[in-house]
């Protein structure tokens, strides 16, 4: 498929995962992880790190997602929160580019953010670039007792907007998010800036792959001139 195959013209919000479509923290975790199996070579130990911690996002989702079955949730938080110093002093790194198209794009439509991480951490993330203000809805794990690839976090976010799914694009770098947004009804606009790989995220559902997500700004010349 290609950029066509989104009607633009009926798109109402723009939705952003954070790792590795926003902020640049796969890099960050694949670069460390890799010197661990560096035994294996530079090149293969970049790639089974990155595919490892990709793997690991489903997984985790899902343990998440049975501590809120079993009403286990909130201990979880408040235990990583300890163990990871609550109250510590973020910093992120941006993808390259990303700004400038935030910036644009907000001016015609209302962007989330949809992701796994924890309010305080996405907040702080926005905080750092200045972007709090372009994001009048955040979705993160706290939001939904479902996490990506359900669909509940999508749907939230649209029902935050009084939208429906369908008048909706979501952006991620993984299949969590592509599934995510398709089992919501959503549009789904696959990023190579992350974990994802170019055919994954097509057989996942894509509608659209991106080499990153600052490209989006390349394409906003067939958007329509405002949303109706």
Partial sequence: MNENSIPFDQVRAWFFDLDGTLMDTDDQSVASLSKWLRFLGATRAQRLARRLIMFSETPSNAALTFLDILHLDTAAFALEKRFTHAGRSYNFKIIEGVVPMLTQLSS?????????????????????????????????????????????????????????????????????????????????????????????????????????????????????????
């Fill in 108 to 228: 015609r439509y209302p962007l989330v953010v949809v992701s796994t991480r924890g309010t305080a951490a996405s907040e702080a993330f926005l905080a750092q670039y200045s972007l709090t203000s372009l994001f009048p809805v955040a979705v993160t794990r706290e939001s939904t007792r479902r996490l990506k690839p359900h669909p509940a976090p999508v749907q939230y976010a649209a029902q935050a907007l009084g939208l429906k799914p369908e008048e909706c694009v979501m952006v991620g770098d993984t299949t969590v998010d592509i599934i995510s947004a398709r089992r919501a009804g959503a549009w789904a606009i696959g990023v190579l800036c992350g974990f994802g790989e170019e055919k994954e995220l097509w057989r996942a559902g894509a509608h659209l792959v991106l080499p990153t997500t600052a490209d989006l700004l390349a394409i906003q010349a067939l958007f329509p001139a405002a949303p109706v």
